[in-house]
């Protein structure tokens, strides 16, 4: 199998490992109700504090119409929580509740035992090589974004 043949057969089944594994991650019989969905916007949530839709949106590469079914979602399960800011009603703000934070920590640890699975055995090269080849790719998903 040339080289090309070879990165493409192991990009196709990382894709599809990292989803299926990240999902079973995620559902433990704490978390038996998040989706890997779920993670991703409390993920872009984050702990700061709170932060507006239209932010979270952007972050995820989404209209403000789609967050919104999540985060209605994420509300009913007591992830997250949504206000209207003081300074302006139309503007509406999301934050983590404390299950919501521990779900993002939950989901943390598992790309935290990821990563160092992946490079505890490389050298200081190889990390740079993986890191700047990983880059590129990411660069290149980036550039076809919204094309097609």
Not at 53 to 74: D, F, K, P, Q
Not at 82 to 109: I, M, N, W, Y
């Amino acid at each position: 199998m040339d080289i090309n043949n070879a990165l493409n057969d192991v990009l196709v089944k990382l894709f599809r490992n990292i989803e299926e594994i990240e999902e079973q991650a995620i559902r433990t019989e704490e978390y038996k109700d998040m989706t890997t969905n779920d993670a991703r916007v409390i993920e872009a949530i984050g702990m700061d504090g709170q932060k507006n839709m239209t932010t979270v949106a952007r972050a995820l590469h989404v209209t403000t119409g789609t967050l919104t079914i999540s985060i209605n979602s994420l509300v009913k399960k007591n992830y997250v929580e949504r206000v209207r800011s003081e300074e302006d009603r139309r503007v509406v703000l999301v934050s983590l509740t404390p299950k919501g934070k521990k779900a993002f920590l939950h989901h943390q640890c598992f790309h935290e035992e990821m990563i160092e699975a992946v490079v505890e055995q490389l050298s200081e090269a190889e990390k740079e090589v993986l890191q700047k080849a990983l880059e590129r790719l990411n660069g290149f998903f980036l550039s076809k974004r919204g094309k097609g």
